[in-house]
Every structure is written in C-alpha cells, then in structure tokens.
C-alpha cells in the first residue's frame, strides 16, 4: 500500500514538473550543465558521431513511416489548406525576419562561421515544419554550431510553449471568437477517428514486421556507406553541387531515409507495430537531445535577445498570414488553432490542442504533423541555403 501510495505521489510530481519544464528542455539542459560544470567530459567522446550517424537516419524513417495519405485525403481540403498555408508562412518567414535583422541587428547578429544567424533559423524552421528529428538532420547538413543550436531550441521550447497556453485559452472561447470574426459555422473538418483501416492478417503482419525491421536496421547501420558512395558520386561528376551541401554524407543518408518511409508508407507496413515505432522514434530523439547538450557551446549566448526577436517577427509572420486567411474566407478559428500547431508544435502536441477544439479533431491533427516530417528537412536545407545570402 504505501508502495502504491508513493509511486502515485512520485508520477503525479512528475506530470506536473514536466508540464513546467518541458521533457526536450531537460534533456537538453541537464547534459549541458553538467558538461559546462566539467561535471562531464566529452570533448572527446564519439557518442555524438555515432547518434547522428545511426540514430538520425533510423529516426527519420520511423517517423515518416506512419504518414498515411489515405486517410490525409478525408481530412478535408479547407483544413489541409490551412496546414500547407502555416508552412509556406513559416517558409516566407524565415527569410523575411533575418533580413530585417540584417538592417536592425546588423552587428549583434552573426552572419558567418557555423553560428551563423541564417544556419540556426534553418534548423529552427527544420523543427516549425516538421520536428526535432528534422531540426537534428538540418544541423548536419548545414554544419550548424552548437551555440546557435542551444539558442534556436530555446526560442523553439519558449514560443511554442506560450503559443500553446494561447491556444487553449482561444479552444475555451472559441464560439465568442467566432461570432466576433463571423465566421461561417457551417465550416466543419471531416473527422478522421472513424475510418476503418485495412485488417492485416496475422500472417501478413509477420512479413510486414519481418521486412519493417529488416528495413530498419539496413538504414540504422548501412545507411552511412550508400550514402557515402553517393556524396562522393556526386562530388566527383558534380563538383559545383557542393555550394549546395549535396556532396554531404549526411544529406543523402537524410534522403535515403526519407525515401524509404514515404515507400513503406504506400504500404500495409504502416499498421505494424505503430505505437512501437513512434515510441523507438522518441527514444533516439531524446537519446540524440542529450548528447547534443554535453556539447553545449555558450559563445552565442549573448545575442540571444536578439535572435528571440528575429523569432517574434518570424513567428508574428505566421500568425498574421493564417489570421488573414481565416478571416477573408470566414473560417472557425479551429481551422487557425490546428494548422499552426501541427506546424509549430508537431506530432506530440498537435492533437492536444486539437481535442480542445473538438474531441474527435485530434486523429486529424496527427495526420498532418505526421506528414510535416515528409518534406520539412528539404524545404529547411533549401531555404536555409537561400538565407545565406541575406546579409547586412
């Protein structure tokens, strides 16, 4: 009894401290005090190399794996369009707010080396349109520093979490909100929380679990050497590709396993073992998070106050571009709520703040930060790569 008793006091303190400070916070955060204290020493250590080379690529396949296409086409294309909106605001964003930080902050900002302004907004707008995951592949691709990483996940923990508590406020309003901004009831997203799935039989989950991990681990330990093969393809035949980070090993394992979840995607091995490979996903997200934070840089503290207000315009950005949207075409606040915060927030919090607005709204949401995975590492290295060019 007083074993039960104190397991429930003990989950209790932690649900409430972690709604404080959030999880992704203290993975962070506790490996970097302990390395800044020289608690920990891993300037040498190879852990870092061997998570982004084997865990990233794993990951990102896992991830993108449970995006299901079918069921995105019966979620409605007024609420999709507003999904695809929040990207392209993010997208327009990004470039926008680091220019006016070029003609604002044009000596606070860094605008060469690896903690560059431009690197860390491109992971930044990695972990807006898809995740961490994908906030974690962009750091490599663009050889992003530790110090303007540390900043970037702060502002990320720090706006989303206040947008967060905003939204909530707005779901408990929401009819009032409507009637100010009239906007047309009859507007409702299609529920996706009754569409019935293919029935996989017991022998064809064997061979779809059987081929998911094969799968699995060719990506997890030989993804490295195909991609290396083809970065040096490409930097052989394609020399003038390498301004573009496409000679990078990293980029092509990103692609690989990019490509391989989007194909198994297509497939019944997307009703395999769901719950299990969302939770294998987060495991090497946290794992990864961690030894990110025993290389804490703190050179790049300094400017952050800066780079928070590069964030508030960046992220002001965004919602003004939904709010015009929802108001010319008259649409519930929901379709505002939802769309940003399968942006902004992903997969985890998405179907949260959509179960405020309505119950059944939450299997929709998940669908579509799911499928933020798919194309948020290309559209950051892409755009992240135009940013360079942004400068005072």
Request: aromatic share 18%; proline share 3%; charged share 10%.
């Amino acid at each position: 009894m007083e074993c039960f008793l104190y397991t429930c006091i003990i989950d209790k303190f932690f649900k409430k401290f972690y709604k404080i400070f959030p999880l992704m916070l203290v993975c962070y955060a506790l490996p970097a005090i302990f390395s800044s204290s020289n608690i920990i020493n891993a300037s040498n250590s190879q852990l870092s190399d061997m998570a982004k080379t084997h865990f990233m690529p794993s990951c990102l396949f896992l991830l993108i794996l449970s995006t299901d296409f079918f069921a995105l086409s019966l979620v409605g294309k007024k609420l999709l369009g507003m999904f695809v909106l929040g990207a392209v605001s993010i997208c327009i964003g990004g470039p926008l707010s680091l220019w006016l930080g070029s003609i604002f902050f044009p000596y606070e900002l860094a605008w060469q080396g690896d903690n560059a302004a431009w690197k860390g907004m491109s992971t930044l707008m990695a972990n807006w349109l898809g995740g961490t995951a994908n906030q974690l592949a962009i750091k490599e691709i663009h050889h992003v520093g530790d110090a303007i990483f540390a900043v970037m996940m702060a502002i990320n923990i720090i706006f989303s979490s206040i947008w967060m508590v905003i939204l909530l406020f707005i779901a408990e309003r929401q009819d009032k909100i409507d009637d100010f901004l009239k906007a047309d009831k009859s507007y409702r997203p299609t529920f996706c929380s009754d569409v019935e799935y293919k029935v996989i039989d017991k022998w064809e989950r064997y061979y779809w679990t059987l081929i998911l991990g094969l799968t699995f681990f060719m990506v997890m330990f030989f993804s490295k050497d195909l991609s290396s093969i083809l970065a040096n393809t490409t930097a052989y035949y394609f020399p003038y590709l390498f301004k573009y980070n496409l000679t990078s090993d990293f980029f092509w394992s990103v692609l690989i396993a990019t490509f391989l979840g989007l194909l198994f995607s297509l497939t019944n091995a997307r009703h395999v073992l769901v719950k299990e490979t969302r939770k294998v996903a987060l495991f090497f997200i946290y794992i990864m998070i961690m030894l990110m934070g025993l290389n804490f840089d703190v050179s790049a503290l300094g400017a952050a106050p800066y780079y928070v207000c590069i964030g508030l315009i960046w992220f002001s950005i965004h919602i003004i571009i939904l709010l015009i949207f929802t108001v010319f075409f008259r649409l519930p606040i929901m379709y505002l709520a939802v769309a940003s915060q399968c942006n902004i927030g992903g997969a985890a919090s998405a179907p949260v703040i959509a179960s405020a607005f309505h119950p059944r709204l939450a299997s929709a949401a998940v669908l579509m930060a799911v499928w933020g995975y798919t194309w948020a590492s290309l559209f950051a290295w892409y755009i992240g790569f135009l940013m360079q060019f942004i400068q005072p």
